[in-house]
């Protein structure tokens, strides 16, 4: 996890130089590693609660820190700060979906010592996300039969989300990157904030034949 987070930071860092194709390497680095972590937690049987954590808050030092570096190297702070929304909303929206169709609560074990550090950092970055997903989702189906709530998280679009995560996010910025202009990223992430408006806030009719209303 250190390493994937150092190598995400240390591609910010290129990024911002203008060393634009070791920038996109280190990223794919970044995605490698990434990957890489919780298969050998598993396969070791060594997954820890501080991982997970560790993990999500790397993560997202990684994406400030890109984003920090797309702003200065390309002289535009504010659509950089943009893009970092964008992109954390998607996240969020990609992981909390995809959690609520399995129907996994998030479940907040009893932690100790940097394990309880951590997890107080993730419920101020990400706990009002994800609550705030759920209470939305909760506000969609209130009252809805059963029918409507398998709708709701229908397989489609959950599969659709799931390739908004961020393994494609960061192999897109790699290429914009790597061709020379990484500030299209933030078009393509307004791109998929329609689409995720599409999917998950329009009424569920124009997309489920009206079980919703």
Known sequence: VLAS???????AIELARGQLVVAAL????????????????????????LGRYLDSECDLVVDAALFAGLGWYAHAP???LLGFAMLTAVLSVNFNLERLYRGAPVSVPEAHGLTLVLQRVYAYAYGWQDELIE???????????????????DRPTVAVLA???????????????????????VWVLAGQVALVVLLVLLPEKLRNGGVLR
């Not at 987070?5 to 591609?11: D, E, I, L, S």
């Not at 490698?32 to 598993?42: E, F, I, K, M, T």
């Not at 209470?135 to 998280?153: I, M, N």
Request: a positive charge; aromatic letters at 6%.
């Open 5 to 11: 987070g150092a190598a995400g930071v240390a591609g």
């Open 26 to 49: 280190l990223i794919q680095l970044k995605t490698v590693l990434d990957n890489a972590d919780g298969q050998l937690a598993r396969l070791s049987g060594r997954v820890t609660l």
């Open 78 to 80: 504010a659509a950089a």
């Open 135 to 153: 209470r939305f989702v909760e506000s969609r189906l209130r009252g809805a039969s059963d029918e409507a709530r398998s709708a709701y998280h």
């Open 163 to 185: 390739n908004l995560g961020m393994t494609p996010q960061l192999a897109a910025f790699g290429v914009c990157i790597a061709v020379g202009h990484p500030l299209a990223f």
